[in-house]
């Protein structure tokens, strides 16, 4: 019966107390610390091994390498965190219904992690990229004919979208990287 107490307190050190005490950023990522008395701090952590006072201090880490936001017809919304969305309906300048699937490559400023996890959440996605995706495509797209979309100016659609998007996510700490569209469907008239 003691042996067995021992081994029980022995892994509660271990796992508890031991693995609280050692924050592991992998590359790719940054960490950021929750304090219980100071909140949200400001310092990033890099890639590496860094100390945390257990108990007292919570490591949250976050992607810092390039994110692909997939508008697509595979995508989930059962997941709310996930990075997609189903295909975007928009009314073109001509009247026409379609419905539109690309994506945007999206990076995280590290410098403003702190802030977003602060002021957003760990559900940022949710809060505020997805619905300002769509809102965009929509906005944008409607300014054109369902020519235009398919074919004759699409790049010039895709340089406007990621100009919108870099306007209202910048100043958030995201920066986009790119927008592209795939697909373009339907086309039908209103």
């Given amino acids: 019966m003691a042996e ?7 892994s509660f050190v271990v796992e508890d107390v ?3 005490v050692f924050i592991y950023v992998p590359p790719g990522y940054v960490a950021c610390v929750y304090d219980l008395g100071r909140g949200v701090l400001k310092k ?3 890639p590496g091994l860094h100390l945390k006072i ?3 201090q919570k490591a949250k880490l976050f992607n810092t390498q390039t994110l692909e936001y997939t508008i697509s017809d595979e995508f989930d919304l059962g997941n709310e965190k996930a990075m997609g969305d189903v295909p975007v309906s928009v009314i073109t300048k001509d009247n026409r219904k379609i419905t539109v699937q690309g994506s945007v490559l ?3 400023d590290v410098h ?5 996890w602060q002021t957003i959440g760990e559900d940022f996605v949710a809060k505020i990229v997805r ?3 769509r809102s965009r495509v929509r906005m944008v797209l409607a300014q054109y004919t369902n020519q235009d979309i398919i074919a004759d100016k699409r790049d010039n ?3 406007e979208l990621k100009s919108e998007l870099e306007r209202i996510f910048y100043p958030r700490g995201i920066y986009v990287e790119n927008v592209l569209l795939s697909e373009v469907g339907g086309g039908s008239k209103e």
Avoid at 4 to 10: G, Q, V
């Fill in 18 to 20: 031991l693995k609280g």
């Fill in 44 to 46: 990033v952590l890099a």
């Fill in 106 to 108: 999206l990076r995280l």
């Fill in 131 to 133: 619905p300002t995706i």
């Fill in 157 to 159: 659609i895709e340089q």
């Fill in 4 to 10: 067995s107490l021992d081994k029980l307190m022995y």
């Fill in 54 to 56: 257990p108990f007292w």
């Fill in 112 to 116: 403003q992690i702190p802030a977003i």
